[in-house]
């Protein structure tokens, strides 16, 4: 991984993202400075050996996951439904 400097709050969140069907890689590299390579290592470090093969096997080639894959019409990093993120910290409930 590059020489980011990641808080335990910032790898949670990313960690978040990354199992998010429609965050997009790009969304996370805008956020973080993470490449998609780098967002696999440390998906790789984070999490159990299983957790890492099942997250990969769903969004290994998954347009969503994508922006260049997208369709034109998708051009949001979250859903409108779900509740505002500031700071990168999901609103309490």
Do not use: P
Request: charge should be positive; aromatic fraction near 6%.
């Amino acid at each position: 991984m590059n020489a980011i400097i990641l808080k335990d709050n910032d790898i949670d969140r990313i960690i978040e993202m990354a199992w998010e069907d429609r965050t997009t890689f790009e969304a996370i590299e805008i956020q973080f400075g993470l490449k998609e390579k780098d967002v696999i290592a440390l998906m790789r470090k984070e999490m159990k050996a299983g957790s890492f093969k099942m997250w990969r096997k769903r969004t290994h080639g998954r347009v969503t996951k994508h922006t260049a894959l997208r369709s034109d019409g998708v051009n949001r990093f979250r859903c409108t439904m779900q509740k505002t993120i500031t700071h990168n910290k999901i609103s309490k409930r």
